[in-house]
């Protein structure tokens, strides 16, 4: 089955420490993205990605990081300087170029600083 | 820039009732897309529709109904009969016609059937 899968679903940090969110797609997207989820805030684009080797920041990168080795995978890690990481995040993908088209989503890894 | 706005963060029903979701957006490009994703408790977003800013025709879709209005830039959601089933979080979106474009979301509405 195609789709997109997020690992894991909850993470556990401890404050200081950076974390890596995974990401994988198997729809032959070019493009992906990483949302972040907060209560009432709806959705935040973090990065977002149009092909392997090219990133571009969102409206809350600060904070984060990404990487785009591979078309199927885009890696997001919350690094120490991201003063409050407690959010659920998304991974989406589409296809690029075509603005018509609609994004897929994971279904999210919910990150909590203990 | 681009912005959604959904005015109502919940709506409670009783099971049967009909509701409307109201989304508004805002943006300077002739050219776009419209949006509605369901976000269930389990977490992942659903594509439930799409619409360019050249079609203005309203769609249904089983108990589903969307009214795109250009004149008052809204797109909204009606779901008639409502069912337990469609309690969930409801996201209205934006995306324009130019170079790297990303959806724009809106805060999301909750909706609550209760039986």
């Known amino acids: 089955d195609g789709g997109i899968t997020q690992s894991p679903k909850y993470l556990f940090r401890k404050e200081g420490q950076n974390v890596t969110l995974s990401c994988e797609q198997n729809?032959?997207?070019?493009?992906m993205y990483w949302y972040r989820q907060d209560p009432g805030q709806g959705l935040r684009l973090i990065y977002y990605?149009?092909?392997?080797?090219?990133?571009q920041k969102g409206d809350i990168a600060e904070g984060y990081s990404v990487s785009r080795e591979k078309k199927e995978s885009f890696p997001l890690t919350v690094t120490s300087a991201q003063k409050n990481p407690t959010a659920f995040y998304l991974c989406?993908?589409?296809?690029?170029?075509?603005?018509?088209?609609?994004?897929?989503f994971g279904q999210g890894t919910r990150l909590t600083v203990v | 820039a681009q912005k959604v706005t959904q005015a109502q963060t919940e709506i409670s029903v009783v099971e049967k009732e009909d509701v409307t979701l109201d989304c508004v957006y805002e943006?300077?490009?002739?050219?776009?897309?419209l949006f509605w994703y369901k976000q269930p408790p389990s977490g992942e977003l659903v594509f439930l529709i799409r619409r360019n800013s050249f079609d203005e025709q309203n769609e249904i879709s089983g108990r589903y109904s969307w009214n795109f209005q250009k004149s008052t830039s809204s797109f909204n959601f009606t779901i008639t009969a409502s069912q337990v089933v469609d309690s969930a979080v409801y996201f209205c979106?934006?995306?324009?016609?130019?170079?790297?474009?990303?959806?724009?979301f809106g805060k999301g509405t909750m909706l609550l059937v209760s039986p």
């Open positions: 729809l032959n997207h070019d493009a």
């Open positions: 989406a993908s589409s296809r690029r170029g075509t603005v018509n088209t609609e994004a897929f």
């Open positions: 943006t300077r490009d002739t050219t776009y897309y």
């Open positions: 990605s149009q092909i392997v080797n090219d990133f």
């Open positions: 979106a934006l995306r324009v016609d130019s170079g790297y474009s990303t959806l724009t």
